[in-house]
């Protein structure tokens, strides 16, 4: 979400009020909340395809959807909120930045744990 609070800081966009806000975990909708003051959905397992099941998308034919993302990634929630009607277009707020492998140290066995 420093992304999100990043462009709305150096922009003149406001979160808009009257918006239905949805995070894919919980994670993401506590921040967001925390940014937008509203409360965020969620849904209870953190994948596209459960939050495609929220009923806040069941009847979206018609609205605006603003998906706010990293460059690149899945594009099933666009695919399926196309099909339903939806007019869907993307903020893509921050930059992925993916970290090399360390074969030599995978080998040896001194990776306990992978982190971002």
């Keep these: 979400m420093q992304g999100l609070e990043h462009y709305l800081n150096r922009t003149s966009v406001c979160a808009p009020k009257q918006a239905i806000y949805l995070g894919v975990g919980q994670k993401t909708a506590h921040e967001l909340s925390k940014l937008v003051q509203q409360n965020v959905n969620y849904p209870s397992i953190s994948d596209s395809e459960h939050l495609l ?3 806040e998308l069941a009847q979206i034919s018609g609205q605006v959807v603003t998906i706010l993302r ?15 009607g939806a007019y869907v277009q993307y903020l893509e707020m921050y930059q992925r930045q993916y970290r090399s492998f360390d074969k ?4 040896t066995g001194k990776i306990v744990k992978l982190t971002r």
Excluded: C, D, V
């Excluded at 990293?70 to 339903?84: A, P, V």
């Excluded at 030599?104 to 080998?107: G, R, T, V």
């Design 53 to 55: 099941a929220l009923p």
């Design 70 to 84: 990293g460059n690149g990634g899945r594009e099933l929630i666009y695919e399926q909120l196309t099909k339903r």
């Design 104 to 107: 030599q140290a995978s080998s």
